[in-house]
């Protein structure tokens, strides 16, 4: 079960892979999510999936990392980015709700009040007005397309290479009376199954960082923008800060990439150099993360930490010790009780403790400002 390819998937790829999905996950797409949908899965199908994943960074470290190993996890991004999804989904859903991604906090602001203006905030940045077509690239299983729809009053088609999010994605959306505004694509983002110029705005929350080659994502987010649309990105970099070089540095950004299913993960100045080679004329671009300096506001990796003086309330207690520290350390124990008893299925411990070394890493990256999730870039496709 382990695919190579590094060109667009091909029909029979797709089928082979949509046929695993469903036996992977069963029936958990049209049911609950989070931690009873990850015991549900099919133990076989997760076994392959974790040697799928894990084959690109078993006993990879910052010293041993040459060019040739970064390769051949570029190469193999297709697979490597829907099999991290399949494992890690309902862990997310269960921790962290249906928004997959981070934002900032203002003074006194719950977490899903801040989740959803950091959509909002993609959203006016980009210029979403009631009616247009906007496509959303790597949609997640849609919580931030359901949100832009009902800020704005557009139509979202939401696109992504996982078939299980995408069902998810599909099942939330009929549940909230959505479908009229909002439709689900399963597909790979290199090779956009849309015309040239379908849509009036494109945005991307944390996705393209498991692109292959950021240019060419972008050229293709050109391609499907018609001339004058706008194309807006909370993108994942490492900053100016980060230094290769250093091994410490190094294992951070290994960490975050192993625990997030990325490829390789790039700077700031790469970022920016691409958007602008794929066409797009670069009206704005900054780093929501070096926004504030005031120790008084949550920094945006506070979720992840061992700090709960940001909760705003029992809820947010009770959300935050689902993620943080502490919270990964009791539930990752249970998980790994659950393996043993063959409640669950085989490797979901170590997907448990992968995802938990990255957070550390994230939290790290953060603290140091080596990385940085929400580097916003915003560019319109010219009218000619
Ligand atoms: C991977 C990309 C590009 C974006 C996703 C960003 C975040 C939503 C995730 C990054 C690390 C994730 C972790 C969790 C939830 C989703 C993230 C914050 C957990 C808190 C889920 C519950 C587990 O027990 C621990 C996870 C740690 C990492």
Redesign the pocket.
Known sequence: MVNSTSQALLPADQARNMAFDKILHKNSSNSQGGLRAMINKDNEAHKAAVVEYFQHWDDKKAEDETEAVRQSRVIDYASLTRQ?YNL?TD??E???GE????CRFAYGEAFKAAVNRHEHYLASSIGIKPGMRVLDV?C?VGGPAREIVKFTGCHVTGLNINNYQISRAKQYAVKEGLTHKLDFVQGDFMNLPFPDDSFDAVYVI??T??APSLESVYREIFRVLKPGGVFGVYE?FMTDAYNNDDLTHRQIRLDIEQ????AQMLKVEDGLAAIQAAGFTLETHYDLADDSNDTSVAPWYW??GTDLRYAQSLSDVLTVL???RF??VV??AF?SVLELLQIAPAGTGKT?ES??K??DA?VEGGKKKLFT?MYLMVGRKPEF
């Open positions: 991290y890690a862990l997310y269960y921790g962290w928004a997959f991604h981070f790597g997640g944390e996705a960082v498991h994942w625990g997030d299913g990325i979720p992840l689902r993620m943080n919270g990964r539930s990752h998980i448990a995802l938990a990255a957070a994230l999730p």
